[in-house]
């Protein structure tokens, strides 16, 4: 530094720091203060730039706001350059500077120009507001403070000088000024989404300062505050956090793992078939087939792709930037202790300047600030990490669990299913949390090790012996605890599973009134499950044991060593507080990795199930040929052979089937014989083996029992497509739904309920029908839709949609039946015996050959024949009539012949039968009649004058503060005597804590009355004992409340359970299974194992606080007024 300042002094500890005028030295104020800016921009711009091109948000049109931080980057430029050149001026005029009056203002002016150049290259890119031109603007201004204070105090001696002071002038309050614009944000980039979304979040146009500060939330926060938010008050979703985006992102990765893992299988078997080939060594062992076959599935089993890196390639990049937040507020927790030991020191020096003490005390505040601003900027990248996490876990499942194979369908059961996109995706959502704490924590371990080595020597080494005892210890429960959640998750699934069942089977379970007994096996398999809960409850109360009672042990053995060692060793304040500072940031670690280890395991266990659900076999969805082919075949098979799955014998056996375009194919065969087998082998949901399915066209299929949404009448029919009402109103009546529309309450806008609970069966199959007739398909494949309806609805569907004449005339239409008054009116028929095509041909043709089709005819009875015969000539003779408004909706359906419970069908009864009644109700036209001219169903005034009542309501939570009711009656679920123990528990817990601090205060004293020596035994004997009791206290109150935990979980079930039961057949009407199953299967939970971590987090942070309070006021009495306002903000920030 000699060389570059010359004469100038770079440092003077009496010029600084002992002195009641401090001021920084010439040199160290021309060449550190400068350049530190400096130096941060130049290493963060290439890697700044190189984000920037692989971001590119669009295209920011030049601003007022854009040019005058241009305009003053160039003329800072100009100023830091007049400096230099100035310098060669005075060079040239024989007066010698030293080298730093030319090096400061080359650099700066190069920088300055760099910085006008980010200017511009992040407006191109779309950058509203630059983080890290502001931190370089800040970084400006601070160090640019100390040199203008030492200026306006030398300004006396600025004679000689007066260019360098005006340009410094300047420059400082430029630099100032592109501080504050950076505070502003630019206009958003071009066509972006911004300018379309009505309700954007704040969070993508705010600026850096805004986004650091969580300023932005601001206005969300005052309208929680003044009444309780609701949807309609939240914005719209970041398009980032879409599952849109996010979903589509995580199966891609998984695609490329998936690819790369059969690449790399595929690989290793040719290299082991060539290694047994031809040319195999001479020497090579022989391998047996049994055991070839081994080692082939030992190899399969390898090579199983990793979902976990599917997951990290999809969402590490962004999550690693939460972690180089963590980073920077594990080194910023460090310097605290630091400054306290300065200000202990401080302390002791009465002739040591205020300025000093302000200084200390101020740097504190500001990096206990600095370290909330950056840890929270990490818990919100972990949040949002574990948002898209289970976002895409959920959504990957959902879509797996629409394409799996029906032998995948036999091994994960429903129940599986609805907890691994329920419970599992939520472990992976809460361990991402403190994720980082996995890496962290022995970081944070180290580093306060390494300065308690500095402060206490080898005696530290006794504490590190008591964590490295502890490890084997937390990873035995960690073991445990991986194979207690595989158990537990085993009977949770069972349970969910039964669950479901009675749940599609409510009806039928209670008109036999079987609540009891499955009621019993549900508990049956929750007392197991609980049984596991408990054992995993314990393990974790003896971890809570282990990770309190670690920073304790550590600093009780560190300062029993200490102080026993050597003579001289003495426990003073300094030595005892700095240390103790150091031990409660050691706390932390060490209370989270044992409990991150355990998250870990449980998400471990989760990823193996998510994954091998996952990697179930999907159906083949080139097994259907769909490409457009000029052939005269719109369905064609030949030689298929299918089955269910690939270990099954085959359903259907050499089938082969060629379908003309525009035709109309009966399927028929016992029951049995493979009739929907069929319609699904070409609907591609059975396993191929054989042969080849050709389908052009796209494909409408009607399935045998109705598939309805919990939507209107019309949604159902629509399915998404835009409304045509021309089209509309000829499907409704081409259905013969325009009777039944007139009677439901709302017309087609009547909400229909979930498996169409309101609809009887026939309405279901005909609403069902006439979704695939609006579709306007060009292939029907219709399995046996007539089956559900009356005979005389039968004959009109299929005048008017399926025959010869009806709206799908000139459209493929398959229809499996066992109707045999319409086979004559088919093109041809398909008789299907035992899973093989017996015969194929027309009507005539068929009954000529006097074979299995004529002996299907055969087996009808006599009776069958003639009712369908009477109602044929029932039709024809009223052909110019049709039939009156009651016929179709007054008559009774195959399959609705059930009680009805729900209050909506009595309703709906009604109407029917006060229709059915009315004298004066005037008859249909001819239906014969084009859709044009029939009359509509009802005005669009008299449409809007229906008022439909809503089936479904809405599922409803609460909001505002959680009632004490709530915290009553888990308390009484845990049992009230209970719950004042745990308390009393934690209560003597916290005052043994205080105990263990007070004692260790009055201990340092014992080194200012020189009686240290004297009382080392019993000093260390006490404080042990304190420390003991602790530990002890903290395993009582945490088994305590692993009993009180598993009561109130049995509690609560049986009390859902029994009301479930007990609740009439009108709510399951009413309400959604998805529902029901969630409060069993997310809820529960919640019960089991989240909410019993939050009461324990609660109850340690409260007696925490309050044992805090109370030494603060002990100590310092006047604390007690700052206590009551602070305590007014924080009740009304909580409550409200």
């Known amino acids: 530094m000699k060389r570059l300042c010359g004469n100038l002094t770079f440092w003077d500890s009496n010029f600084t720091k002992h002195t009641d005028l401090p001021d920084l030295p010439a040199c160290f104020q021309l060449s550190v203060l400068p350049w530190a800016p400096c130096i941060f921009l130049w290493l963060t711009s290439p890697f700044y730039i190189f984000y920037l091109k692989r971001n590119n948000r669009g295209y920011i049109m030049m601003s007022i706001l854009n040019r005058i931080k241009t305009v003053l980057g160039l003329i800072l430029w100009i100023v830091c350059w007049t400096d230099l050149f100035s310098s060669f001026h005075e060079m040239s005029q024989n007066q010698l500077k030293p080298p730093v009056y030319f090096v400061t203002p080359l650099v700066l002016g190069m920088t300055m120009l760099l910085a006008t150049f980010l200017i511009q290259f992040e407006r191109l890119k779309g950058v509203q507001s630059s983080g890290v031109l502001f931190i370089f603007w800040t970084i400006s201004v601070l160090c640019a403070i100390m040199p203008f204070r030492s200026k306006i105090m030398n300004a006396s001696q600025a004679e000689n000088d007066k260019l360098r002071f005006t340009m410094f002038y300047i420059y400082f309050g430029l630099t100032l000024l592109q501080l504050i614009l950076s505070c502003f944000n630019e206009k958003p980039p071009l066509f972006s989404s911004v300018v379309t979304d009505p309700n954007v979040c704040p969070e993508t146009t705010a600026g850096f300062l805004s986004k650091m500060t969580f300023w932005w939330f601001t206005r969300m926060a005052i309208k929680g505050y003044k009444s309780p938010l609701e949807n309609k008050d939240l914005w719209s979703l970041n398009k980032h956090d879409s599952s849109e985006l996010v979903v589509p992102n995580l199966l891609n990765e998984w695609e490329v793992e998936k690819s790369k893992a059969q690449s790399e299988q595929s690989v290793k078997e040719q290299a082991a078939f060539r290694k047994a080939g031809p040319g195999a060594e001479p020497n090579h062992v022989s391998v047996s087939p049994e055991e070839e076959e081994v080692l082939l599935s030992k190899r399969k089993e390898a090579r199983q792709p990793s979902f976990l890196r599917a997951l990290l390639r999809a969402f590490g990049p962004y999550f690693l930037i939460g972690s180089a937040f963590k980073l920077l507020q594990d080194l910023i927790t460090f310097v605290n202790p630091q400054l306290l030991r300065m200000l202990i020191a401080f302390t002791k020096q009465p002739q040591a300047p205020s300025w000093w003490g302000y200084s200390l005390a101020f740097l504190m505040f500001s990096a206990s600030l600095l370290q909330t601003l950056i840890l929270h900027q990490h818990f919100q990248y972990c949040f949002v990490t574990g948002m898209r996490l289970r976002s895409g876990i959920v959504g990957a499942i959902y879509r797996k669990s629409l394409v799996i194979t029906n032998e995948a369908k036999r091994s994960s059961t429903v129940g599986e299913v609805v907890n691994l996109m329920s419970v599992d995706a939520q472990r992976f959502m809460d361990l991402t949390t403190f994720l980082n704490m996995l890496w962290s924590a022995p970081l944070q371990i180290v580093l306060a090790l390494f300065f308690l080595w500095q402060n206490l020597g080898p005696s530290v080494l006794a504490g590190v012996a008591v964590m490295v005892l502890l490890i084997p210890f937390n990873a035995f429960i960690a073991m445990k605890t991986r194979s207690y959640q595989v158990e537990q998750m085993k009977y949770k699934d069972e349970r969910i599973k039964l669950m479901n069942e009675i749940l599609n089977g409510i009806k039928v379970l209670k008109l036999y009134a079987w609540e009891t007994s499955f009621k019993q096996k549900i508990l049956q398999i929750r007392q197991k499950e609980l049984h596991v809960l408990r054992k995993a409850s314990y393990l974790s109360a003896l971890s809570t044991m282990a990770w309190t009672s670690a920073p304790f042990l550590v600093a009780l053995t560190t300062f029993a060593v200490f102080v026993t060692v050597d003579v001289n060793n003495i426990l003073d304040a300094e030595k005892a507080f700095v240390s103790l500072s150091l031990f409660n940031i050691l706390r932390f670690p060490l209370n989270m990795l044992p409990q991150v280890i355990s998250s870990i395991v449980q998400a471990s266990v989760s990823l193996k199930r998510i994954q091998g659900f996952l990697s179930h076999d999907e159906l083949d969805p080139e097994s259907v040929d769909r490409r457009n082919n000029a052939s005269e075949y719109a369905v064609s098979v030949v030689n298929g052979k299918f089955s269910w799955a690939k270990q099954d014998q085959a359903a259907l056996d050499n089938i082969n089937v060629m379908v003309p375009q525009g035709s109309l194919l009966a399927v028929v065969g016992h029951v049995g014989c493979g009739k929907t087998s069929l319609v699904c082998a070409l609907l591609g949901e059975m396993e191929k083996l054989e042969g080849q399915i050709s389908i052009q066209g796209s494909v409408a299929y009607v399935p045998q ?67 695939a007739l609006y579709s306007g398909a060009d292939v029907y494949l219709l399995d046996d839709p007539l089956s559900a309806v009356d005979a005389h609805v039968a004959k009109h569907i299929f005048d008017n949609v399926i025959g010869p004449e009806g709206a799908l005339k000139g459209k493929t239409r398959i229809l499996v039946t066992h109707g045999i008054s319409f086979l004559p009116q088919v093109h041809n028929i398909l008789v299907l015996v035992e899973g093989r095509v017996s015969e194929m041909g027309s009507y005539q043709d068929l009954l000529k050959q006097n074979g299995a089709f004529a002996e299907f005819l055969r087996n009808y009875s006599l009776e069958d024949i003639i009712e369908d015969d009477d109602v044929t000539d029932l039709l024809v003779d009223d052909e110019e009539e049709e039939f009156p408004d009651d016929a179709l909706s007054n008559h009774t359906d195959m399959v609705d012949n059930e009680p009805v419970v729900n209050e909506a069908r009595r309703h709906f009864m009604r109407q029917m039968s006060i229709m059915s009644n009315d004298p004066e109700n005037p008859k249909k036209m001819s239906r014969r009649r084009r859709c044009s001219e029939r009359r509509h169903l009802e005005s669009p005034s008299e449409k809007k004058e229906l008022k439909v009542e809503k089936l479904i309501q809405a599922e409803t939570t609460e909001t505002g503060r959680v009632k004490l009711k709530v915290y009553w009656e888990y308390a009484k679920a845990v049992g009230p005597l209970l719950s004042l123990f745990i308390c009393v528990l934690y209560g003597c817990q916290s005052a043994t804590s205080i105990g263990a601090n007070v004692w260790l205060s009055e201990w340092t004293n014992d080194a200012l009355l020189n009686r240290t020596q004297d009382r080392v035994h019993m000093r260390v004997g006490v404080y042990a004992a304190l420390g003991i009791s602790q530990g002890v206290l903290v395993m009582f109150s945490s088994f305590t409340l692993a009993l009180g935990k598993i009561q109130a979980a049995r509690k609560l079930h049986q009390t859902l359970l029994d009301n479930k039961f007990h609740t009439p057949q009108s709510f399951f009407d009413t309400t959604p299974i998805g529902r029901i199953i969630n409060r069993f299967s997310k809820d529960i939970y919640v019960i089991d194992e989240v909410l019993p971590s939050t009461v324990l987090m609660f109850l340690g942070t409260f007696f925490a606080s309050l044992s805090t309070m109370i030494v603060i006021i002990f100590s310092t009495p006047i604390f007690a007024l700052v206590i009551g306002p602070l305590a007014l903000i924080y009740f009304f920030v909580q409550v409200r």
């Open 705 to 771: 029992q109705a598939w309805i949404q919990n939507a209107t009448l019309r949604d159902n029919i629509l399915f998404g497509r835009p409304y045509a009402e021309q089209k509309y109103r000829c499907v409704l009546e081409a259905c013969a739904l325009t009777p039944d529309l007139e009677v439901l309450p709302g017309g087609d806008q009547t909400e229909i309920g979930e498996k169409g609970i309101n609809l009887s069966g026939g309405q279901r199959q005909r609403v069902s029908l006439a979704r």
